[in-house]
């Protein structure tokens, strides 16, 4: 694994992701933000807790196509329309899935959460971006 997550003492010591991700590989990917779709463009789901889960499969298969894989991710920034705090319950129900299923690491490495008006279509409710480090 190519990325360290760490809780420094007076930092938030949330149990949900990490705050700090230290990464030590060679090569750095950035992700194009995904959307929660299918590979034809069309919303994986009609609820935000569906569209986080596939797009952070999107994310996972970006990754691997870049050699990579779940351990070498060191960062989320989650763009979500009309954001307010009550979302944050999906969120997680979604990061927990793919944490189950695919490996994602737990706690998840850092994640921003951007509140925004509107993304390319009326039907997307969320857009992840993401930052890969490989050895």
């Known amino acids: 694994m190519s990325v360290e997550f760490l809780h420094p003492d007076g930092m938030l010591q949330q149990t949900d992701y990490s705050p700090v991700a230290v990464g030590t590989g060679s090569r750095v990917v950035l992700l194009a933000g995904q959307a929660g779709v299918t590979p034809d463009f069309k919303p994986a789901a009609p609820d935000l807790a569906g569209q986080v ?23 989320l920034t989650f763009y979500v329309v009309d954001w307010s705090v009550e979302k944050w319950d999906d969120v997680l129900a979604a990061i927990a899935r793919v944490q189950q299923e695919e490996g994602l690491p737990d706690p998840a490495p850092p994640i921003s959460i951007i509140g925004v008006q509107a993304l390319f279509t009326p039907d997307f409710v969320v857009e992840i971006e993401a930052t890969a480090v490989l050895t």
């Not at 990754?63 to 960062?75: E, F």
């Open 53 to 75: 889960e596939a797009a952070l499969r999107n994310i996972i298969v970006g990754v691997r196509g870049a050699g990579g894989d779940v351990g070498d991710l060191a960062r």
